[in-house]
């Protein structure tokens, strides 16, 4: 969102923010699939309502697609910086944050980053019991070549 121009995220044209968005997702291990924006999506789905509660358009759209989660964002150019608003359909759930001014980089790992993080605790293997304790035992110290050379010189 520029002043009161707002538009979707589209690889092919802005290739500075696909290459952020790229990098992000790698950086946080998260798969990607973008969505096609056809005459049909470009239709049902409004920029200036894409991050309003149960927006049902956008999750109409998105059925469309084999994942496992939706993550809608607006970003506010604020000419030194970007803010961000965030909202991720996962789980029959939506989880909403907002970002701090920031790099377009900082800003997209933010926004990718929430959804690793409510990935990360539907999928993280969770204990059995709240207060397992599980005994650490150290390892013993591998001896160092150097040593493993003079224990052998004695023999």
Request: aromatic letters at 12%; charged letters at 25%.
């Amino acid at each position: 969102e520029r002043g009161t121009s707002r538009q979707f995220f589209e690889p092919q044209s802005m290739p500075d923010w696909a290459e952020d968005v790229h990098r992000a997702a790698q950086q946080l291990g998260l798969p990607i699939r973008y969505p096609r924006f056809d005459t049909k999506e470009r239709q049902q789905i409004d920029p200036g309502r894409i991050l309003q509660p149960s927006y049902a358009a956008l999750l109409q759209s998105a059925a469309r697609y084999p994942v496992a989660a939706v993550l809608a964002g607006r970003l506010i150019d604020r000419q030194w910086c970007w803010e961000s608003q965030w909202r991720l359909y996962f789980d029959q759930r939506e989880y909403r944050w907002a970002g701090e001014c920031a790099t377009s980089f900082e800003t997209l790992l933010d926004g990718l980053g929430g959804v690793h993080r409510q990935l990360g605790r539907f999928y993280g293997v969770k204990p059995v019991y709240a207060n397992a304790h599980v005994p650490i035992v150290p390892a013993k110290p591998a001896a160092s070549p150097a040593a493993h050379r003079s224990r052998k010189s004695t023999r």
